[in-house]
């Protein structure tokens, strides 16, 4: 053991340099309870050897270690005091405001020595409330104000429901630093019901387990706990970096906790599975909200279970400071969500992994110790935009057919085609809503089947949906029509317009008469009507300008029916003409031929 007594000015320059290196790291080293692997009184042995050796605070230096120890973290220049903790200015005033408290009181420390000046032992208080504890057992049940208490037929102190669990883990570690093989020291003992008056006992063990397990340890304990080690003993309490350990040193090797998730698949080992599914989003969506998990405890038996994350995955209970109460069943719920990008499609995922942490194995298979982990998986599903297309293969965002010339009544022509959404990232596309449909021009003689689809119909990723257009043949003309067709993501967080495609639709229906070359209805078809031809080449088609066979464009076509025709009555049969007229003709063709240029549609795809 070492001794130290620190004057006031150097505990305050360590007390500070300290503040600023661990302020917010209070975990114990990597290795520091490497060697305690034991249960029972191996374990209670093996922390007893780690923890002791410790610098020793004189009992005058723990006035100065106090007020940085319980420090009020909200207010450096003020401590808090146990049992009230009521902030209190931390400057020493020669205990006119407080004092220092022995939790485990001195007058039951036995040979006392050492453990009157441990750190761990004391406590900054109220000088009148140090006074109304007195020497006085723990007891009482968690959930009721401080001070004194009749329980089971003894009156003891309750500490509050602030420091109830923190006071336990303080005599939980006097229990086990203390065995009596220190000079000046007694073995330190914890009885349930420990109301005499017999020195270096100190009770109610039950009611102090009861507390561990109601109140975890919090940042003041767990700061507490850090400044002691880095700042002046160089030791800690392991039940407050190792809540876990307690129910077997202190209770027995049969814990009987076993934790599942509510809703997952469970093995006869304890572990159990449950897959959170967060649903679809399309890209740059912000991520949906967390989503509550049930984690239920059997058995009566207390103990401290972890949380831990992985991948993307987040949750509303992380560490191992978690506890289940002890002498009921529990549950306790867990959101669990994703802190993850939408920026790219794909799968987001996470796992909640919690451990139950007890470590007695005499429980049962899936108890304490032995219960295994239970796992919730998160997942999130970010889609890319839907792409409508007239083609399977490639975007093709206009479609235009012609159904040429049809004759008057005849069966009505059809044409086939098909909207597709293409799939931009393989099993991470959103589905396809059609969500208008607007025509132009003649369409009540271009229809279509065209159908709005949305909701339950959405159209899947790399799917096809057909349908047909068609053109009336009950009346004469020269038909054209345009459909309109506007889409959007299905509906899901992020969906958006995707705007429009075209269909294109065109025909004529024509007379299915006898062909004619009498343009000017004399009754007989001369080179007058040629006359008539040639006038209307280029011009509006009609039978007086010389369009025979009604098809809507003055040709060559056309002449070639007069000249068939010539010499006849108007429809009479077909004759041979005349050299004169075959020479007529042939110079006519030769015109025709020189001023006329094709005509090709062409359909561009965007």
């Known amino acids: 053991m070492r001794y130290l007594s620190l004057p006031l000015s150097a505990v305050c320059v360590v007390a500070f340099i300290a503040r600023l290196a661990t302020a917010q790291f209070y975990d114990p080293p990597a290795n520091y309870y490497t060697t305690a692997t034991g249960t029972g009184t191996t374990l209670k042995s093996q922390l007893h050897d780690i923890i002791d050796n410790h610098t020793v605070i004189s009992y005058d230096g723990a006035r100065t270690a106090l007020q940085d120890t319980d420090e009020d973290p909200n207010n450096p220049a003020r401590i808090l005091l146990v ?115 017999t020195a270096a006992r100190l009770g109610d063990l039950s009611r102090m387990i009861e507390w561990h397990y109601a109140a975890t340890p919090d940042s ?143 429980g049962g298979t899936g108890r304490g110790a032995n219960d295994g982990n239970d796992v919730a998986t998160v997942n999130l599903s970010v889609l890319s935009h839907a792409n409508p297309s007239f083609a399977a293969g490639s975007d093709a965002n206009g479609l235009t057919f012609d159904f040429g010339t049809v004759t008057l009544g005849a069966t009505v022509p059809t044409f086939s085609f098909a909207l597709f959404n293409l799939e931009t990232t393989a099993g991470f596309t959103a589905g396809l809503d059609l969500d208008s449909i607007v025509g132009s021009g003649d369409t009540g003689v271009l229809t279509t089947d065209l159908s709005l689809f949305q909701g339950a119909a959405t159209l899947a990723a790399g799917a096809g949906s057909e349908f047909t257009a068609s053109l009336n043949t009950s009346s004469l003309g020269v ?88 010499g006849s009555g108007a429809g009479a049969i077909t004759v041979v003409p005349e050299p004169a007229v075959a020479c007529l003709a042939a110079i006519a063709f030769a015109a025709v031929a020189a001023g006329r240029s094709s005509h090709v549609r062409r359909q561009r795809s965007s």
């Open 83 to 197: 049992y009230n903790r009521i902030s209190n200015t931390a400057a020493w005033d020669s205990a006119a405001t407080w004092n220092r408290e022995h939790t485990w009181p001195e007058s039951r420390l036995g040979a006392g020595g050492m453990a009157v000046s441990d750190l761990f032992n004391l406590r900054a208080s109220t000088t009148s409330v140090n006074s109304d504890r007195g020497n006085l057992h723990f007891g009482g049940a968690f959930g009721q104000s401080f001070g004194t208490k009749s329980d089971k037929g003894a009156t003891v102190w309750y500490p509050g429901d602030a420091d109830a669990g923190m006071i336990a883990r303080q005599e939980f570690y006097m229990a086990v630093r203390y065995d009596g093989s220190d000079s000046g020291t007694s073995d330190l003992e914890m009885v349930t019901n420990g109301t005499t008056g």
């Open 220 to 362: 003041f304990e767990r700061r507490r706990n850090q400044v002691i080690y880095d700042n002046f003993q160089h030791n800690r309490n392991p039940f407050t970096d190792r809540p876990e350990y307690v129910w077997s040193i202190f209770m027995n090797q049969t814990n009987d906790s076993a934790m599942t998730l509510l809703g997952g698949t469970a093995d006869a080992n304890g572990d159990s599975s449950r897959t959170v599914d967060l649903g679809r989003v399309l890209v740059g969506a912000p991520v949906p909200a967390a989503q509550g998990v049930t984690l239920n405890k059997a058995g009566l038996n207390g103990t401290y279970y972890s949380v831990t994350t992985a991948g993307a995955a987040t949750s509303s209970i992380t560490g191992r400071y978690n506890a289940f109460a002890t002498g009921v069943t529990g549950s306790k719920s867990i959101n669990v969500g994703l802190n993850a990008s939408t920026a790219a499609a794909g799968l987001k995922s996470g796992t909640v992994t919690i451990d139950n942490l007890d470590v007695t194995t005499a």
């Open 479 to 566: 038909f054209s029509a345009t459909y309109t067709l506007s889409f959007s993501d299905e509906n899901l967080p992020g969906a958006a317009a995707l705007g429009a495609m075209t269909l294109t639709l065109s025909g004529m229906v024509a007379d299915a008469g006898v062909e004619n070359g009498d343009f000017n209805g004399d009754e007989i078809v001369d080179g007058a009507d040629f006359l008539a031809w040639q006038r209307g080449v280029g011009g509006e088609a009609s039978l007086a300008n010389g369009d025979a066979n009604a098809d809507g464009v003055v040709d060559a076509d056309d002449l070639a029916i007069w000249t068939e025709q010539f």
